[in-house]
């Protein structure tokens, strides 16, 4: 469910038609919908409310302040993965207890900022959690807060052995990536720093994937760590808090991923009993909230026909949107203004329409990689021409660059029934401004 419709053949996003948005802000950019984040955050909050979790928004789907404080308002937290996440989480105005900070490869400066980060006050507030990825993390951890006299929370990220996520580079719950430890492993790390006094680890975290189409992996993941807590709480080891991290799916094609409830329904009765016990829950979504929330409009450069194809040449291609090139994802395509008979029923790659040519929509970048869509029907369209990418409100403009030198896309928050710029379109004095004004003095860039 999102709130991007065609209105009499026009694209519009909460009343609001696109090619308005165009016209004021330009192309590429990306626009989100206020309404479409919030009720998919009220949704994903109702269906597991039985549990009383911490939702806590991933920051690396969708990044952009203004959009975190539209979720934080709601009442998420934030998940972090870096410094710079971090920052913009204190941007956000997220209460410190309600950011949690996972990755695999956190720095010393990272856990000082996140244990004397400033509060609203003015007075350092540390984080709700730190997420443990390996032993020497957290050993480096550890020092940190016993050095700064400051205690932390701290969940250990175990690697249940579970495949799932929707390609080979998101799954991350398998014994073959960089991501937790082994379930035996997990074991001898949680009886070993259960009890320490500035960095008990005293939780558990899981996300083995991402654009996870079926509650079915998270029930396998979920039931062999409650078996391994059982274990350990026999042997007074005690785990308060149930990270099961992210990982939801999101609707590329209508119809792809389970909803809110259907999640819910399988996950949901293994925990509720734990959490009358007193056990917290946390969960990560991102793409479930963000993704149908946004789309990537694009200006139509050129229309090239060859022996063999026809191609949509587009203002922004790879730069703008990877995951077609980097995952061999589908993002639907279709023009902002069309026919009657050419509004779009479902969000397809084989549209069933009178009218429609097989093309490549490309960008204009030198890589014969930057593209968006192989071999889609589209309605006949001209240079110049409107063209939405949907479902690109996740993992879009976090992973969008300045490749070929394009400056990068402007954003737009649709709020209400008024777009407002959140992010303004770089310029090439951007592009080129951290070269030009490069210090004289070296060591002042340490």
Known sequence: MDHFTYIDGELSCQGVRLSEIAQEFGTPTYVYSRSTLEEHYRRLSAAFSELKPLICFSVKSCPNIHVLRVLVEAGAGLDVVSLGEL?????????????????????????????TGAGPDGNPEPIGMFNIESEPEYEAVGMVARALGRPARAALRVNPNVKAGGHDYIATGYDQTKFGVDLLHARTLLRKFNKEKFLPLTGVHIHIGSSILSPTPYVEAITSVLAMIDELAAEGVT???LDIGGGFGADYHTGDAPTPDEYARAIVPLLKDRVAKGLRIIIEPGRMIAASAGVLLLRIVYVKHNAQKKFIICDAGMNALIRPALYDAFHFIWPISVSP????????????????????????????GDFLAHDRKLPVVAR?????????????????SRYNSHPMPAEVLVDGLKPRLIRRRENLADLVSHEVEVPSNRRAER
Not at 352 to 367: H, K, S
Request: hydrophobic share 45%; with cysteine.
């Open 87 to 115: 920052q913009r989480a204190r941007l956000a105005n997220v209460p410190a207890e309600r950011i949690v900070f996972a990755g695999v490869g956190k720095s010393e400066a990272e856990v000082r900022a996140a244990l």
């Open 239 to 241: 785990i308060d808090t």
């Open 341 to 368: 008979m050419h509004e779009p029923v479902r969000r397809t790659d084989s549209p069933d329409m009178p009218g429609l040519e097989p093309c490549d929509v490309v960008g204009p970048l030198c890589e014969s």
């Open 384 to 400: 110049g021409e409107l063209l939405a990418v949907f479902t690109a409100g996740a993992y879009g403009m976090s992973m969008a």
